[in-house]
């Protein structure tokens, strides 16, 4: 009896440790601020449709804005690219082909409940000269993972796509 007892004080006291644990008060260290989850998300559709249109520009530094300073991008059959110049590099070779263009768009955002990291999803058309000059064109999926800056804008921090069977 005498055990049971105390395991029933400890499972009390740590149940109130818990709840008064998770009790802060504002501006403490451990506040945690309401996220609207459903807004964020939509938000970040939002940021994502804009990245996309500033392909439009053909511009690496536009385009490259939209990057973290320690992106990693996994581009298909190529090794990982490391930092924002690394990224923007790519869309300014990109960007040499007079017969790329690239559209996407991302059909579906999470963000996670702390507000302070969200993911894209969706479907991409690309066309780009081939071996011999040929143009090709294919579509395929990507995963983009956005971290919130100190400022409040979105910035991608990892970006992976690739090609549907053809």
Same mark, same amino acid.
């Given at each position: 009896?005498?055990?049971?007892?105390?395991?029933?004080?400890?499972?009390?006291?740590?149940?109130?440790?818990?709840?008064?644990?998770?009790?802060?008060?504002?501006?403490?260290?451990?506040?945690?601020?309401?996220?609207?989850?459903?807004?964020?998300?939509?938000?970040?559709?939002?940021?994502?449709?804009? @990245?996309? /249109? %500033?392909? +439009?520009?053909?511009?690496? !530094?536009?385009?490259?804005?939209?990057? =973290?300073?320690?992106? #990693? &991008?996994?581009?298909?059959?190529s090794p990982a690219l490391i930092g924002k110049s690394a990224a923007?590099?790519?869309?300014?070779?990109?960007?040499?082909?007079?017969?790329?263009?690239?559209? @996407?768009? /991302? %059909?579906? +955002?999470?963000?996670?409940? !702390?507000?302070?990291?969200?993911?894209? =999803?969706?479907?991409? #058309? &690309?066309?780009?000269?081939?071996?011999?000059?040929?143009?090709?064109?294919?579509?395929?999926?990507?995963?983009?993972?956005?971290?919130?800056q100190p400022d409040g804008t979105w910035k991608v921090y990892r970006d992976m796509w690739n090609a549907d069977a053809r």
């Open positions: 009896m005498r055990s049971e007892m105390c395991v029933s004080a400890l499972v009390v006291a740590g149940a109130m440790g818990m709840s008064l644990g998770g009790c802060a008060s504002p501006g403490s260290a451990h506040a945690v601020k309401a996220v609207d989850i459903a807004a964020e998300s939509a938000e970040l559709l939002k940021v994502d449709a804009a @990245w996309a /249109a %500033t392909i +439009a520009t053909r511009d690496a !530094a536009v385009v490259g804005a939209y990057f =973290t300073d320690d992106v #990693e &991008i996994y581009p298909p059959g923007t590099a790519m869309w300014a070779h990109m960007f040499t082909d007079p017969a790329f263009s690239l559209s @996407w768009k /991302a %059909t579906d +955002a999470h963000v996670a409940t !702390a507000g302070d990291l969200g993911m894209t =999803t969706g479907g991409f #058309e &690309i066309t780009f000269s081939g071996p011999g000059g040929e143009k090709m064109a294919h579509g395929g999926k990507f995963v983009c993972i956005w971290t919130r």
